[in-house]
């Protein structure tokens, strides 16, 4: 691991050069599938798109079943880890250097069942089916979305990590957090009727990950269902996608 993290040190300047050059194609995928990326300003956009850039930079990407990582793949998926993190100092999931690529659901031999992606700290791996991650962004606006979903669950792990990103969400938000999402899930337990779907009870990793799936693609209701909640992740993440999606 230390291994690993020094040659990526060692690479940053040669590829410095490439970090200030955002390809036209990369700027295109984005263009045409970025939802979030289309209503941010100008500035945004150029920000937006160095640490897309960066993050392609600092992964391996890994295709398993299928011969070639795809531009629009590396793009994407980078997007996505990039949404959740932008309004929060540069966070690029150090401890993740690897994301598999699987074509389509993949069946896990650990638990028996297809899979959609997960996330691995052990392997130090993001895990996704690419079709499943297509089919998140092809509506941006129904709160299922696999890569948002997959990077939150990366993102709460990544914070508990002892590494250059250790520790980086307010300790206050997330512990507010944790009262909100006890609370909440017992009522979804219940089977009372909620504003997310009932796989957020599950426990409270996956009510985060459900949280920001509905935090991007639903943000004026969720703001309006679950007020302290919505707020809540808004300062843990230092963004407000209801006013940015205002714009659209
Ligand atoms: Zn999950």
Known sequence: MRKMTLLFQGDVLSVATRYRVFPVKYRHILQKYSAYYNVLPLADKQKFQKRVLRFIHSKRFISRGFSKVTDEMKVLISAAATQLTFGLPQIYLTHFDKILIYPDTYYSTINKMYHVGEVNPRMGAI??????????YADPTDSFNVG???????????????????????????????????????????GEPHFFRSYAGTNEHEFFAVALEYFFEKPVEFRGSLPLLYKTLSTLLNQDPAELYKLR
């Open 148 to 190: 948002i979903h997959e990077m939150a669950h990366a993102i709460h792990f990544e914070n508990r990590i002892r590494n250059s990103e250790f520790d980086f969400l307010d300790a206050e938000s997330l512990y507010v957090f944790g009262k909100i999402a006890a609370s909440e899930i017992s009522r979804l337990r219940r």
């Open 127 to 136: 895990i996704l089916s690419w079709k499943s991650f297509v089919d998140g």
